[in-house]
Structures are given as structure tokens and as C-alpha cells.
């Protein structure tokens, strides 16, 4: 049985291993993910973060960090998506979505207007982010990968503007 639930100081030892284990076997193994949730948490730029457990154990942990966002020469409250990470031996069982998702419907409610990942571009747009939308927006990160996506479907895209993530990505180097 699978619970998702928002993530507690408690919690973050178990982040920490979950984080490390799911980006070691990737293409270019872990780069600093843990350490940067840490950043961000103590910042105080963390706007959901989210851990799905199965019995006892944390198996997968989300976060969603503060943006600087400007579109159309307006702040905008924007959301950056970064790390989804789920313990590699729970992986293709839905649970990274099931973070997202439940993310996505807590950012809607927190007054969030647009999100921003940077990502595998056959996976993100299911949830909704969009290539074309990102890159409306100047960003560092700007690029193939980035994709963005408005909270309300109904609302209009932006025409253009500048979408900055928490200072803590930039002090990971």
C-alpha cells in the first residue's frame, strides 16, 4: 500500500538515502541532489516536498522549490520541479507520477501559477509541461530538457519572460 504524504525534518535521513540511491545508477550518477533538497529546505525555498512510503519505509521523496518568475513584465508565483527520486527497486510502479501529481494539486492550491522541470522530455508532458512554453522564458537552463507548464490548463501562456530557480541551484555549480 502506497501513502503519500508531506515530508517532516524527521524525514530526512531517509530523503537523504532515497535521493542517492535513485540518481547513483543513472547516466551520470549522483551530482548532488540530496545535498541541494538540504540547501533549498534550509533556505527556506521548499514549497511542497513529499515523501511516498510503503509500510514503514520512504520509497520516493518530491520537492518543489520557490522561482523567480517574470512573464509578460509581471511576477508570476512559479514552482521549479527538482529532484523526483524513487528507490530503485520500487521504480516503474507509478510512484514518481503519484509524487507529481499530488505536487502539482498542492502547488494549485497554494496560489502557484506555473512550473518549471528540467527533464526527460518523454516523460514531464504527461503531467502537463510543455518544451514550447519553457521556451518562452530566459532561463540558464534553457534548453531542450526545460519545460514548463501553467497550474490552470485554461489560463493563457505567457508570451515571454524570465524564470529563475532558488539561489540554492546556483551555489551547486
Known amino acids: 500500500m502506497l501513502s503519500i504524504r508531506t515530508s517532516t525534518h524527521k524525514d530526512n535521513d531517509a ?6 540511491a535513485a540518481f547513483a ?5 549522483h551530482q548532488g541532489e540530496a545535498e541541494l533538497v538540504r540547501m533549498i529546505d534550509a533556505d527556506g525555498d521548499a514549497m511542497v516536498s513529499l515523501v511516498a512510503e510503503q509500510g514503514d519505509e520512504i520509497v520516493g521523496h518530491l520537492l518543489f522549490s520557490r522561482m523567480d518568475v517574470e512573464a ?9 520541479l527538482a529532484p523526483v ?9 507509478g510512484i514518481g507520477g ?3 501529481r499530488a ?15 528540467l527533464g526527460h522530455e518523454g516523460y ?22 526545460f519545460m514548463a507548464m501553467m497550474l490552470d490548463s485554461a489560463a493563457p501562456w505567457p508570451l515571454g519572460g524570465r524564470a529563475d530557480y532558488a539561489p540554492a541551484f546556483g551555489r551547486m555549480g
Open 15 to 20: 530523503i537523504d538515502a532515497v535521493i542517492r
Open 25 to 29: 545508477g543513472t547516466e551520470f550518477g
Open 72 to 80: 509578460d513584465g509581471t511576477a508570476m508565483a512559479g514552482a521549479g
Open 85 to 93: 527520486s524513487v528507490a530503485p527497486d520500487c521504480q516503474g510502479q
Open 98 to 100: 503519484a509524487l507529481i
Open 103 to 117: 505536487g502539482i494539486k498542492l502547488l494549485g492550491a497554494q496560489g502557484c501559477a506555473i512550473s518549471f522541470v
Open 124 to 145: 514531464y508532458p504527461r503531467f502537463g509541461y510543455s518544451p514550447d512554453l519553457a521556451a518562452r522564458f530566459k532561463s540558464p537552463f534553457a534548453g531542450p530538457h
